[in-house]
Every structure is written in structure tokens, then in C-alpha cells.
């Protein structure tokens, strides 16, 4: 009869231990490799998100504390009402923002500056499943978007993943295309609203 365990036994770890890491098979791709490779797939990982009154020093540090460069916005009942990336808060949106509507940008949230879900970029998972890693590429490049979500439409439709140039370059391994705009820093956009 096999002993039962009811506790797990330690070991004594050697000095000099290195961590497992994924092998260069698991993260590189090709460009003719299926779209979904390079998808972040909301069935394997968490997506992150914030609240729609969170300020943008909140969503920028949640950004940060995860290595990722958008964020779901919800509303209180945890509905996903918009999308906010890390340009939307170090580009120049916040100053305007603040300067329209008499508004200091450490009092800006998530949900006046994210783009409502209705008007973000999405691709139907249908077709994505047929796709190549190279189409994803074309197709953000004409939209000049850093991010597009993947809609799964089954009884009703549900966010499945979302798509990253970032991620994509990464696993690439070279620069997919940068969007036109380029982003400045939070701290610089802080800076030159405190000289105004």
C-alpha cells in the first residue's frame, strides 16, 4: 500500500539555484505562425483592470506593478466600459483634458480619458483563429493602434483576449512598427503643468 502524504517533505536548496525559464521554442514566432500565438488569451491570464473613477497616477502605477501598457476600465458592477493605455496618460490628453474642463490631472479618472468600449478597435476571435501573426500586424498598423481587443460571440459577446505590439515585437524579437505617436513621460507632463 502506498504511504499517504500528509504533509510535503522540504529539501535543502543548493546555493547558485537557478529559476526554470521557458525555452527560446516557447516564446519566439514567426510572422506566418497562427494569430493566436502572440494573442494574451483572457482564458489563461487574468485580465487587469481598473475603476472608472481610479485616478491616472492609480492606472499608471497598476500599469507598472503589472508590465502592461492598457487596462480594462470598469464600471461598479464590473462591466468593462472602456480601455486606457499608457498613452492616454503620458501623452498630452491629460493636460488638454484639464485645461477644457478646469480640471487638475491628479483629480482626472480612468473613465474620462479611456476610449469607450463601443469605439475600440476589436477583432472577431472567429477569424482571428484563422489568422496568421503577420495579418494581426498589418491590420494594427492601419489602424495605428498599440492594442486591439479579440470579442468571442457565443450567447453573447465577451472580451477573449487582447492583441499588443509590444507583446508581439517581444516575441518577434524586433520592432513590429511604433504608432505615430510617441509617448512622453507622466513625470514631464506633471512637470510642465506645475509651470503653467
Not at 82 to 96: C, H, N, R
Not at 132 to 157: A, F, G, N, Y
Request: proline fraction near 6%; charged fraction near 20%; hydrophobic fraction near 40%.
Amino acid at each position: 500500500m502506498e504511504h499517504e502524504i500528509t504533509t510535503i517533505p522540504l529539501l535543502n536548496v543548493d546555493p547558485g539555484i537557478t529559476c526554470v525559464a521557458p525555452g527560446p521554442d516557447n516564446l519566439s514566432v514567426s510572422e506566418n505562425d497562427p494569430a493566436i500565438s502572440v494573442m494574451t488569451d483572457f482564458t489563461e491570464i487574468v485580465p487587469v483592470t481598473i475603476e472608472a473613477h481610479a485616478t491616472l497616477n492609480a492606472a499608471l502605477e497598476k500599469m507598472k506593478a503589472h508590465g502592461i501598457r492598457l487596462l480594462m476600465v470598469t464600471d461598479e458592477h464590473n462591466a468593462v466600459i472602456g480601455v486606457l493605455t499608457a498613452y492616454d496618460i503620458q501623452s498630452e490628453k491629460p493636460i488638454q483634458y484639464g485645461s477644457e474642463n478646469d480640471l487638475a490631472v491628479n483629480l482626472i479618472q480612468a473613465s474620462m480619458l479611456m476610449t469607450p468600449i463601443e469605439q475600440t478597435p476589436a477583432f472577431d476571435f472567429h477569424f482571428v483563429k484563422q489568422a496568421l501573426v503577420r495579418h494581426v500586424i498589418d491590420t494594427m498598423k492601419e489602424l495605428d493602434r498599440p492594442h486591439t481587443l479579440v470579442i468571442e460571440s457565443k450567447d453573447k459577446q465577451r472580451i477573449r483576449g487582447v492583441f499588443s505590439t509590444s507583446k508581439i515585437s517581444k516575441m518577434l524579437g524586433r520592432p513590429v512598427y511604433q504608432p505615430l505617436h510617441a509617448a512622453e513621460s507622466f513625470a514631464a507632463i506633471q512637470h510642465e503643468i506645475g509651470h503653467h
